[in-house]
């Protein structure tokens, strides 16, 4: 934390600034969690439409994350912080506003749907454009703003706020559970305090974009989704996709495998088990990967990973699915944050908002592939052997990592495990 106390004063006003911002949003993002699948059964959601409802925010995240990725270097991080944190604020009043609406039956294919089931899931796809709009527009300024010799600490500290936003949304939002006004409008307000940090705070001024760039030439011409097949990106989003298989398997699953291996644990303390191991590896990881480089602490978050899910797999107590959620928590902590900073490393300012967009888009696309595909998987065999399944997965990208992730066999395995230097980074003086 001595890095804060050597930046000049101004500086660490505004990443305080930023920093509570972030707070704001992913509190406000998570509180809604211990209510909103009870909201929707009451207008007659049976448990597969609840599921739509919930999967619709992955459908508006996809949809949104090419233009958002755009728009923050076009137009600047700080007007697609406001869009992103302003759905927070507005996406619990559009929930609530829904019961307020005329409804009607509809027959469906599939059996009969209230209306209003359809009305939340135009609200959930709406409330996706938050992480499409802010999580790529708050990676991008932290990194503009960080010195280039301590990008991955300043990086790693600042993401905190996802941890932190993470467990303290849930606790205020179960307090106020069944009360679907307050816990709504609770989160409206938390909303509200962000928007205001977010207008409060500061971006640098970037140079125009050049006509060319090294890494990623003419992508102004190109298509959004035929950039991610480009060497520096490609990889990461790849790896990115099968820890998102595994983390939306883990965040959907989790309670129902406990209830079928007969544990009787409370779920909540896997989360806090998780929130509070990302925590702590987020303090160390991002200053050590700025010394001995980015790769051995993606390959370190990618182990963990994998240990997490054949935890998992052959849990047989309530302490082993505590451990699972620990080591998930770890993996997470090290892998976001240090590739956010290897995502920085390889693109300039004026591209860091399509950098990082593409690379989460890997993400975003395991977590809604992970309910289907786990649930199938489930359906076929157990719980047990979806989690297995998953470990096996990001085995497979720690694997492809130590071989792939530069450009060629002997300089990725130096990358990934020697601290061998980043072929694909752009030099730490721009």
């Given at each position: ?9 101004g ?61 923050t ?17 507005l ?5 609530l ?13 599939n059996?009969p ?31 503009d ?10 990086i ?5 706020a996802n ?6 949304g ?13 816990a ?71 309670p ?24 702590a ?5 991002g200053?050590?990967?700025d ?22 797999w052959?849990?047989d ?17 090290t ?32 977590i ?7 649930g ?22 720690l ?10 066999l ?10 061998g ?10």
């Amino acid at each position: 934390m001595k890095l804060f106390l050597s930046l000049e004063a101004g500086l660490r006003r505004n990443l305080a600034i930023l920093f509570v911002a972030g707070l704001c949003f992913w509190a406000g993002l998570a509180g809604l969690l211990p209510n909103l699948p009870l909201y929707i059964e009451t207008f007659g959601a049976n448990g597969q439409q609840i599921g739509l409802v919930m999967a619709c925010f992955a459908v508006g995240l996809l949809a949104f994350r090419p233009v958002m990725a755009r728009l923050t270097d076009r137009r600047g991080r700080k007007p697609v912080l406001m869009i992103g944190i302003s759905a927070i604020a507005l996406a619990p009043i559009g929930y609530l506003a829904v019961q307020y609406l005329p409804t009607t039956t509809l027959d469906l294919p599939n059996g009969p749907v209230n209306s209003a089931v359809l009305l939340l899931m135009l609200v959930r796809a709406f409330h996706g454009l938050s992480i499409a709009a802010f999580a790529t527009a708050y990676s991008a300024l932290i990194a503009d703003l960080a010195p280039p010799g301590h990008r991955g600490e300043l990086i790693g500290y600042m993401s905190l706020a996802n941890p932190v936003g993470m467990a303290l949304g849930p606790a205020l939002g179960g307090y106020f559970q069944g009360n679907f006004v307050l816990a709504f409008l609770s989160m409206t307000a938390i909303g509200g305090v962000g928007l205001l940090c977010v207008l409060l705070s500061r971006e640098p001024d970037r140079e125009p974009s050049p006509a060319t760039e090294q890494n990623l030439p003419n992508k102004s011409k190109k298509a959004f989704w035929s950039l991610i097949f480009t060497p520096p990106i490609r990889i990461p989003a790849l790896i990115l996709l099968l820890v998102g298989l595994a983390f939306g398997s883990l965040v959907t699953f989790v309670p129902l495998y406990a209830r079928e291996a007969g544990l009787a644990v409370n779920i909540g303390l896997v989360y806090t088990m998780s929130a509070i191991a990302s925590f702590a590896i987020r303090l160390l990881a991002g200053r050590a990967s700025d010394r001995y480089g980015r790769g051995r602490f993606i390959s370190l978050g990618l182990l963990f990973y994998s240990l997490s899910m054949l935890t998992l797999w052959l849990a047989d107590s309530v302490p082993m699915v505590l451990l699972a959620g620990a080591l998930q928590g770890a993996g997470g902590g090290t892998l976001i944050p240090i590739i956010g900073a290897l995502m920085a490393d390889r693109s300039r300012p004026n591209e860091r908002g399509l950098t990082f967009g593409l690379c989460l888009t890997g993400f975003d696309v395991g977590i809604a592939l992970a309910g289907p595909l786990a649930g199938q998987i489930a359906d076929l065999s157990s719980y047990r052997t979806a989690f297995g399944l998953a470990g096996l997965m990001t085995l497979l990208g720690l694997i492809i990592f130590i071989t792939a992730s530069s450009k060629d066999l002997a300089h990725s395995v130096r990358f990934a495990l020697g601290g061998g230097r980043d072929v694909y980074a752009i030099s730490l003086d721009r």
